[in-house]
């Protein structure tokens, strides 16, 4: 089988007790579609984490990243072959204004509560991770291994079985 592997980074905006987050809904052949995912992308060529986060939050959301935190790196196994490497990050300041709706054309930007977003459609492995963020978790290593669709098989956080 061959694999691929992929670098991302992956963002939760704050502004008070919501996230930034992107309701994936407008690409076709999208791996997240209908999910509710935060903000970010690929890296580009030669592009460090920070570089990556702050190109993608632009893209994606408008605004210009002033304060943020690295949170810890998640690697998911789709079970397709796919390893995908996250740089996740939290972010608490930025400036600008966000763009309008139909302007990003990954998704719409809504500012959901925190204790909310579990009851909204994501990946179950997503729950872990956030729930790491909601507990000011120190920076952690955490492995998602999917069966190839949504069901989560496998979650092991710093080299250890949950």
Not at 66 to 74: H, N
Not at 124 to 136: C, H, I, M, S, T
Request: hydrophobic letters at 35%.
């Amino acid at each position: 089988m061959t694999t691929k592997s992929n670098l991302t980074t992956l963002c939760y905006i704050e502004q008070g007790d919501k996230y930034l987050m992107m309701h994936r809904i407008k690409k076709k052949n999208d791996l997240n579609h209908d999910k509710w995912i935060g903000v970010g992308g690929h890296f580009e060529e030669g592009e460090s984490p920070e570089e990556c986060l702050l190109r993608e939050v632009k893209e994606e959301t408008g605004l210009t990243l002033t304060s943020w935190q690295f949170r810890g790196i998640v690697t998911f196994c789709d079970g397709n072959g796919l390893t995908e490497y996250m740089m996740l990050y939290t972010a608490d300041g930025y400036t600008g204004d966000m763009i309008s709706g139909d302007a990003c054309d990954e998704g719409e930007l809504v500012w959901v509560e925190k204790d909310k977003i579990c009851d909204l459609p994501i990946w179950e492995g997503d729950k872990v991770f956030l729930r790491l963020l909601a507990q000011d978790a120190p920076f952690f290593s955490l492995k998602l291994v999917y069966d190839g669709g949504d069901h989560l098989v496998q979650t092991v956080l710093d080299g250890k079985q949950l």
